[in-house]
């Protein structure tokens, strides 16, 4: 009754049958109360009724009840908070388990063990421990594979993963309906509401919550039904809006969830309170909302730690006090939350979590600091990713092994392709092949270290003796600002909104996509389209860079972009066409970069397969550089690839590429005997020095929700690599073959990557490679 959404209906059958229970089964019938209270969500109630039925069900068994009571008896410890009650009654069950042979409830024991795990901040082992009983409900009940879903999905969200999170939530929701089990339907389906707030989709996310909101209402479980109640407000208010009563009605959810001792978000719950009331200038109780000591560890602490030190920021805002000491303690917490994950795509994720903190300390400094303060605070909301070493963890046996399997899967799936067959099967091998490696990376733990933040002083200094000036982009009040460093002071200046700049680059690269159709086609088409990239290009111009024209000079520029225009192609506005450009995540990025000893080994120049002119291409760069490595298409082998790759000098690839937008890791070059994927450069113990991509777009990059982007280029930089020169459209191969070796020709000459790109761009405008890092 319980799972269909009955349990109160559960409750009155259990009272009629209890006068007429023998004694010996009323442990039994307590636990079943336990149960149902637990899922109509009376904690507190149900904790009583399981100390009722432990001593029974000890004297009179049976034993698999024995082990569910322990088992459930952590599922309300979990959801009251109480992580260690919760982790010793998962103990006890585990040990009665080793006397009971059903291998189905184990597994559901130590999948709750992994959950745990997860509250506690432990998610790499929770994700190893998910594979593990994924294996067991495969084996034993298939049809609780959803649970598992489900789980990941608190992992993914755990690092602000929000939409694969809510793509997981959203098939467990399905699986969950389909069985019928209507109390696990609605909590997914609030998970999934929340997921889609917290990338602002307001719309969606009310939609969700009240679909799962009328639902645990019908089901009589009022706590969860108020918390998808706060998940609306808590959404009102994030979208501004909010009446004069709403700092009531929110403080009236509180006091009923205390009412009925719920304490899931409700911390969190409270300081929605308070900052509706701080939004009002109504100070009276908000101190007492908001004075708590920290949660401990894990997601949930963190993010209760994160608003509160939000919040208690716009409190000294409305009193005209300085916010930025809380600010710089939440991202600092979210900073060591980082470095405790392995993975390339979790370092990413977690900058989600810390957005409403960065984006307010950055429109507070615009408003109040000096541009050096600027620089400091927008360095808080980009790369920081790239701050964490890299953990190689595509060089363990097991990863290797995993990816020889997938090299060999993705070539079948080429010659099923070819051949014209049909490659469904081959499809979806591949997919579970790149999920397991996924899954492996993610459940890697982190380094615990990250570099130490740069001053922008330090940043100043080096641009000035470099003769470079550094424009890092941000956005506050809704325009594009800049602060420049490198001339003779740190400067601040305002620019044009950032909406119109988005637009006017998604225009860019759309018009340098068509360009790349129409090389075979009429000169009148392709004239057409160069005029609608020279206007483009000359209104994004006036509108982002002719304001700094004269700071800037005639210097070279290192641009660190907003994310919005992360794929701009900057090397074609007027004042950076011909001109040394390099295009960096970050100003600590490049300065790190540049600061970094360089690799020495021999030079690499890699051609793939079906490129026309990739061979003459290797063939005439390798005669530039001594003692290089040549690997022509016919035998290029990624793991060779990859091993000389390890040290470079330089190295030159030649390849056709994929960008996977939904799979970052995942992009990547095809050689001859398979694909070498971004994940494996991860794993380089000296990553090349400067590094070209030659074919293709893997210049672009998937933009997550903390503002990291990743990549195939991206993945080169975060191994270490100082500069990659990339495309951001598809290439036509003459203009490669013709570019390239005119570049390599230069580099070798001695210039720097930036100068050698702009000595070669100008007599072909409209190229689409970018030097990318330093």
């Known amino acids: 009754m319980a799972n269909l959404g009955e349990s109160a209906e559960g409750l009155r059958l259990l009272d009629l049958a209890e006068p007429f229970t023998d004694p010996v089964d009323r442990g039994v019938l307590f636990h079943q109360r336990a149960f149902n ?20 069900l000890a004297a009179n068994g049976p034993d698999y009840m024995y082990a569910a009571l322990f088992h459930n008896r952590a599922m309300v410890w979990r959801d009251l908070g109480e992580l260690h009650k919760a982790m010793e009654s998962i103990q006890k069950a585990l040990q009665v388990h080793e006397t009971v042979d059903i291998p189905v409830n184990r597994a559901k024991t130590i999948l709750l063990e992994a959950m745990v795990w997860l ?28 649970f598992i879903e489900a789980s990941y999905a608190e992992a993914l969200f755990s690092v602000g993963m929000y939409g694969q999170a809510a793509e997981r939530w959203a098939e467990a929701t399905a699986s969950q309906r389909l069985a019928g089990n209507r109390r696990s339907a609605a909590i997914y389906e609030f ?10 989709r307001f719309e969606l996310a009310e939609q969700r919550a009240r679909r799962a909101m009328d639902s645990l209402y019908e089901q009589g479980n009022e706590p969860m039904a108020f918390l998808a109640r706060l998940l609306i407000l808590q959404g009102r208010f994030d979208s501004g809006q909010i009446g004069p009563d709403f700092a009531e009605k929110v403080a009236r959810l509180c006091d009923a969830l205390e009412q009925r001792g719920w304490t899931l978000r409700l911390k969190q719950a409270k300081i929605l309170a308070a900052r509706a009331k701080i939004k009002v200038k109504d100070f009276d109780g908000v101190e007492k909302l908001l004075d708590s000591e920290s949660g401990g560890p894990g997601h949930d602490a963190l993010a209760e730690d994160l608003a509160r030190y939000l919040a208690k920021a716009e409190l000294a805002i409305a009193r005209e006090q300085d916010p930025m000491p809380e600010l710089r303690a939440g991202l600092d917490l979210l900073d060591d939350y980082r470095t405790t994950f392995g993975s390339v795509e979790f370092q990413a994720g977690v900058s989600a979590l810390g957005v409403q903190l960065s984006q307010k300390g950055l429109g507070y400094t615009t408003k109040h600091g000096t541009p050096s303060d600027m620089l400091r605070w927008a360095e808080r909301s980009r790369a920081q990713a790239l701050r964490v070493p890299p953990v190689k963890s595509s060089g363990t046996p097991a990863a ?19 051949e014209g067959e049909d490659g ?89 996509d068509a360009l790349r159709r129409t090389f075979h ?58 001109r040394p450009l390099t295009v960096s995540p970050s100003a600590e990025a490049w300065w790190r970069a540049v600061q970094k000893p360089a690799a020495t080994g021999p030079a690499l120049a890699a051609a793939g397969p ?53 799979n970052v890791l995942f992009s990547r070059l095809d050689f001859g005997l398979g694909p070498l994927n ?22 672009r990059s998937t933009v997550e929700v903390g503002n990291e982007t990743l990549g195939f280029t991206a993945a080169l930089l975060h191994a270490g690599t100082s500069t990659v020169v990339s495309s951001l459209a598809k290439v036509p191969d003459a203009m490669a073959a013709e570019m390239m070796v005119d570049y390599h020709r230069r580099c070798a000459a001695g210039a720097s990557p930036a100068e050698a790109l702009a000595a070669v761009g100008e007599r072909r405008p409209w190229h689409p490679f970018v030097a990318f890092g330093a």
């Open 119 to 146: 509250d506690l901040g432990d998610v790499t082992k929770a994700l190893l421990t998910f594979d593990e009983v994924r294996v067991q409900f495969r084996r034993y009940a298939p049809d609780l594979e959803s």
């Open 400 to 418: 290797r092994e995993a990816l020889g399997r997938l090299r060999q899967a993705r070539q079948e799936l080429w010659d099923l392709q070819v």
């Open 191 to 200: 998970w999934s509401a929340v997921a889609a707030l917290e990338v602002n």
């Open 678 to 699: 971004a994940y494996e450069l991860l794993g380089l113990d000296q990553p090349p020095q400067h590094v070209v991509l030659s074919a293709c777009d893997l210049g």
């Open 424 to 512: 469904a099967e081959a499809l979806v091998r591949v997919g579970e092949l790149e999920a397991q490696i996924r899954d492996y990376d993610r459940a890697k733990p982190g380094p615990g270290e990250q570099a130490e933040r740069i001053a922008p002083e330090a940043i100043h200094e080096l641009a000035q003796s470099r003769e470079t000036v550094v424009v890092s982009l941000f956005e506050a009040g809704g325009n594009v600002r800049a602060v420049l460093v490198g001339g003779g002071d740190i400067r601040h200046v305002e620019l044009m909104p950032l909406d119109e700049a988005a637009e006017l680059g998604s225009r860019l690269g759309a018009d340098l």
């Open 610 to 662: 079906g490129l026309g002119r990739a061979g003459e291409e290797i063939e005439a760069i390798a005669k530039l550089y001594q003692d290089p490595v040549l690997i022509h298409a016919d035998e290029s082998d990624p793991e060779a690839v990859l091993k000389a790759l390890d040290g470079a000098a330089v190295a030159h690839l030649a390849a056709h590429g994929h960008h996977e937008p939904d």
């Open 521 to 578: 086609h009429p000169e009148r088409l392709r004239q057409s389209v160069e005029g609608s990239m020279r206007r483009n290009a000359a209104a994004m111009s006036e509108g982002l860079l002719d304001p700094i024209a004269d700071y800037v000079g005639d210097r070279q520029v290192v641009l660190i972009p907003h994310s919005k225009l992360a794929w701009v192609p900057w090397p074609m506005l007027p004042l950076l066409r011909g």
């Open 37 to 56: 209270l637990w899922q109509n969500s009376r904690l507190n109630d149900a904790v009583h009724w399981f100390a009722e039925a432990e001593p029974h």
